[in-house]
């Protein structure tokens, strides 16, 4: 008895101390020493995403996926219309240019307009343009009053600069988009005698 009672440590009361036993080393991850870190989904650091931080990432990436798609088409549609914008330019370039190069008796004051034959639209990506010209006699420049509804209508116009054996010219290419929105270019020139006496 009395060497069971050495081979311990006592407390005041003479009772024997229980040894002190050391702890265990952390287990390597994975190990029973993470067993109480499981939940229903494993190992914290294994878990994976919960459905909210699933849906808050779809919602995300949604946003910037619509975010493109709207880039995208403005891009398009900026194209589009910087086309248009060429062809009526050309168009209303290649009537000043015939007007200019008409003799100036065969010029004559007035109003204008005609379609684009049908064949052409194939190449205007399927857009009719109307081109509509003005002449004013003794004039150096006109101007043309603006229908927002139709451009090309003839609303009339005034002579701004009086000046004799010169005859002003405004072409005005018009054609309404594919999203029905009506779109104008003009452009004008001046026509002198070239029979006139300076």
């Not at 065969?106 to 081109?131: C, H, K, M, Q, W």
Request: charged letters at 15%; hydrophobic letters at 40%.
């Amino acid at each position: 008895m009395k060497n069971s009672v050495n081979c311990c440590l006592l407390n005041k009361n003479n009772h024997p101390i229980p040894p002190i036993i050391p702890p265990h080393p952390p287990l390597a991850k994975g190990g029973r020493g993470d067993l109480k870190k499981r939940g229903r989904g494993g190992l914290r650091g294994e878990a994976g995403l919960t459905l909210i931080e699933v849906l808050v990432a779809i919602v995300i990436l949604t946003i910037g996926i619509l975010g493109v798609a709207m880039m995208q088409y403005m891009a398009v549609a900026g194209n589009a219309f910087g086309r248009e914008m060429q062809i009526a330019t050309e168009l209303g370039q290649e009537r000043l240019e015939i007007i200019k190069s008409t003799p100036y008796a065969s010029v004559l004051a007035g109003y204008n307009s005609e379609g684009i034959p049908e064949p052409d639209l194939s190449r205007f990506g399927g857009i009719a343009f109307t081109r509509a010209w003005w002449v004013a006699d003794n004039c150096r420049n006109i101007n043309v009053n603006l229908d927002p509804n139709n451009p090309c209508n003839n609303t009339g116009s005034n002579c701004t600069d009086v000046i004799s054996n010169f005859r002003a010219i405004a072409v005005r290419v018009c054609w309404i988009d594919k999203n029905g929105g009506n779109h104008s270019v003009t452009l004008n020139g001046v026509k002198w005698n070239e029979t006139a006496t300076p």
